[in-house]
Every structure is written in structure tokens, then in C-alpha cells.
């Protein structure tokens, strides 16, 4: 009789951890976002206007995610190679990059000069969370 209560409630435990596997995890999890997350969060981010340039006027292409290092992404977006203030250096992170169209919002000092528009965004994502790190535009 116990040998069956045994195999019983084995069979429980056991079913309990498949289901529980089977459940559909949260967006943020302990082990962060996944790369269609990441995706999907960046091109939020290119979508909005920024007070240093328009949201994206055509339909971002080419868009790739790549997990690393925040130094590494860092050197990748600038030649600065400090992190920003709360983050260490090997942070994990998303590099996210895209082309399409943005327009510059400064402005130009003079009406003779023109503007060039960029093409190509790229956004730094903590790779825990999702929050911006970091994001840059370029021609």
C-alpha cells in the first residue's frame, strides 16, 4: 500500500513539473528578454519622435538583434567606451539595429545649410529588463 502512495505521489510531482514547464513564462523573466522582445521593443523605440529627431517615416528593414556585452555594444554605437551611470561595463545587453528613415529635429544654425537624413538607428536594450540604455542615428 505505501508503495503505491510512494509511486503516487511521484507521479503527482512529476506532472506538477511538466505543467509548470508547459506554462507560458512572463515578458521579463530571470532571464531577461528574448531577441523577438528585444525587436519588438526597438522598433517602438524608432517609431517615436525624439527632441533630436523624427520617428521613422517608412517601415524600419534590416532590423537584427545581438546579444553582448554593454562594452562591447558601447564601442559599437561610439568610440566612447565608458558605460552609462548605473550599468558595468559587462552588462548584459541587446544591440539592436535597423535601416529606414529619421529625420534630424535640431535644426540647422543657418536656413542655407541642409539637413541630412539618417538611416541607420541603433538602440542599446539591458538585456534583463528592456529599458533603453542607449540609442544613436546614423546617416
Given at each position: 500500500?505505501?508503495?503505491i502512495e510512494t509511486w503516487g505521489y511521484l507521479f503527482l510531482l512529476l506532472t506538477i513539473l511538466f505543467l509548470s514547464g508547459c506554462a507560458k513564462a512572463s515578458h521579463i523573466t530571470d532571464h531577461g528578454i528574448s531577441e523577438q522582445e528585444a525587436i519588438d521593443i526597438a522598433l517602438k523605440l524608432?517609431?517615436?519622435s525624439r527632441p533630436e529627431?523624427?520617428?521613422?517615416?517608412v517601415a524600419p528593414s534590416n532590423v537584427q538583434a545581438e546579444q553582448m556585452r554593454l562594452a562591447e555594444?558601447?564601442?559599437?554605437i561610439s568610440k566612447n567606451s565608458d558605460a552609462p551611470a548605473g550599468?558595468?561595463?559587462d552588462?548584459?545587453?541587446w544591440l539592436v539595429t535597423?535601416?529606414?528613415l529619421w529625420l534630424d529635429e535640431f535644426g540647422s544654425p543657418t536656413d542655407s545649410a541642409t539637413q541630412e537624413p539618417y538611416h541607420h538607428f541603433i538602440t542599446i536594450l539591458?538585456?534583463?529588463s528592456g529599458l533603453e540604455i542607449e540609442s544613436a542615428a546614423h546617416p
Open positions: 500500500m505505501r508503495k524608432a517609431a517615436m529627431m523624427s520617428g521613422s517615416l555594444a558601447i564601442k559599437r550599468y558595468t561595463p552588462n548584459l545587453v535597423m535601416d529606414g539591458d538585456a534583463k
